[in-house]
């Protein structure tokens, strides 16, 4: 049994905005249960949602301040959660990187680097809690100070930095150095430094003992300088200690025979329920109710990353193909008022709902007969794969986890029974518009279609595999 302690700016779900809360909340769980002692430290953000208890730990004095730290459990677990509590950064109305009126905070790097320093005290057990860890995983630019800060400590734990997304940095003025008190050794074109900036993500990358990213193809992808965002020499000269592991999916709660957000549950031994679904979904979106017309959908955020422009560069030629289509999403306003104006131009075809909306979320996945997500980066990707495991064809450019996790329908992988979906190469309008037709013409084959289907659907996407692939590297560490 190994002692990890799990560095992370959020996590479902006590808070959450994106996809790094997901794999806090669910990769410790998993942990947990194979057996490690992992414990979670988060700042404790006014917005933090929970039902358990929080006792107060003990007090660690941090460049002057005086810093609280807390203890809850993770709802619904028994793993331990440590909350750093200083009211003057987090006490206050927002998100953990917004403050109420949307704006990002003036005093991020304060803020995050007041939570490593905090990290670091407890990792080098100073926190008073009486436990030291064998290892630090770190998460994405917000913890990125943790190990260059603990590379100047004595008998430290090792350390593990995982990129969920390389496009989010943590850049600030160099002024940041002085501000947080960072030692100045920690300062130089090897170290936090980055083009006369102050890098969180640079410092993790280059100061982790082991790196690692969200599946296998992304980290072959950052050393590119297509996806590396500027870090790609880095990470080509530390590709040694560079590896990728496949975020899993929570599968108790998304799973069609179980789920309750949806209007028939089904395995792949009872597929003819999923018309049930399809015809709840078109009735909520007021499209014709069909089973003959297949009906494409996304569930997405609206902005470029995600591929939204290309599917607006073919919508035109996509309806006038015998399709329907559902999207729902929220992002750039430009986008957001195409889509709306497409829908409301053809109300038979094409429905649009701005925002999120979970129940919609997975109905729309038990739904939908193709799933678009024509990205042009994805570090993982959730969607393709709750996709699968709900009978659901997923049609994905050829990027990072969408590369690793969709076999494209090919005459070998047809006839293996290991297709899972359409892929195509190049983000391009015309491609995408090409890979829908491909997606039509196996559609118009029930056998083949419905066998793509079963092998979506008898795919292993849980936690426990991807949670067996970190404790091996934490092995290597």
């Known amino acids: 049994m190994k002692k990890i302690l799990f560095v992370t700016s959020e996590v479902h779900p006590l808070i959450k905005t994106g996809g790094l809360a997901d794999v806090s909340g669910s990769l410790p769980k998993a942990l947990a249960e194979l057996g490690e002692d992992i414990r979670i430290i988060l700042p404790y953000y006014q917005a933090i949602k929970t039902n358990e208890a929080i006792y107060y730990k003990s007090t660690i004095r941090i460049n002057d301040s005086e810093i609280n730290i807390l203890e809850t459990q993770l709802p619904g677990t028994n793993v331990i959660v440590w909350l750093i509590d200083y009211p003057k950064f987090f006490k206050l109305p927002g998100n953990p990187y917004h403050d109420a009126t949307g704006n990002a905070w003036a005093n991020s790097a304060e803020r995050f680097g007041l939570f490593c320093q905090a990290a670091v005290e407890i990792a080098m057990n100073r926190g008073y809690l009486d436990w030291k860890p064998d290892i ?63 890098s969180f993500l640079k410092s993790g990358l280059t100061y982790a003992d082991r790196i690692n990213t969200v599946s296998p193809t992304y980290a072959l992808e950052i050393q590119t300088a297509k996806f590396g965002c500027g870090l790609e020499g880095l990470l080509s000269y530390r590709k040694d200690v560079l590896s990728g592991i496949i975020n899993g999916i929570d599968t108790d709660h998304w799973n069609p ?202 795919k292993e996407f849980s936690w426990t595999q991807s949670a067996q692939q970190y404790i091996e590297l934490y092995g290597q560490l």
Not at 171 to 192: D, H, R
Not at 264 to 277: H, I, V
């Open 136 to 198: 630090v995983h770190c998460n994405d630019w917000q913890s990125g100070l943790v190990p260059a800060l603990l590379s100047l400590e004595l008998s430290r734990p090792t350390t593990l930095f995982t990129i969920h997304n390389l496009a989010y940095q943590g850049v600030f003025p160099k002024s940041a150095n002085f501000i947080l008190n960072l030692p100045t050794q920690l300062w130089e074109s090897g170290g936090t430094e980055f083009h006369g900036m102050l």
């Open 257 to 458: 025979e179980t789920d309750p957000n949806i209007t028939a549950n089904f395995t792949y031994t009872s597929l003819n329920k999923k018309q049930l679904n399809k015809a709840a979904l078109q009735t909520k979106t007021s499209l014709p109710i069909s089973d003959k017309i297949p009906i494409f959908g996304l569930i997405t955020r609206l902005v470029e990353q995600k591929g939204i422009d290309l599917v607006l560069n073919c919508l035109p030629d996509i309806l006038k193909l015998p399709v329907q289509l559902v999207v729902l999403g929220s992002g750039n306003k430009e986008f957001e008022q195409q889509l709306i104006d497409l829908a409301t131009a053809n109300p038979d075809k094409m429905a649009v709902q701005i925002g999120y909306d979970e129940e919609l979320a997975h109905l729309i996945e038990a739904g939908l007969d193709i799933f678009l997500m024509p990205s042009r980066y994805e570090p993982c990707g959730l969607n393709q794969m709750y996709s699968q495991l709900y009978g659901t064809i997923p049609l994905v450019s050829k990027v990072g986890g969408l590369a690793d996790t969709v076999v494209d329908s090919l005459p070998d992988t047809l006839a293996n029974n290991t297709a899972t979906g359409i892929v195509f190469d190049g983000a391009l309008a015309g491609t995408l518009i090409e890979a829908i037709k491909r997606a039509l013409m196996l559609y118009n084959q029930p056998k083949a279609w419905k066998q793509i289907q079963i092998n979506g659907m008898q």
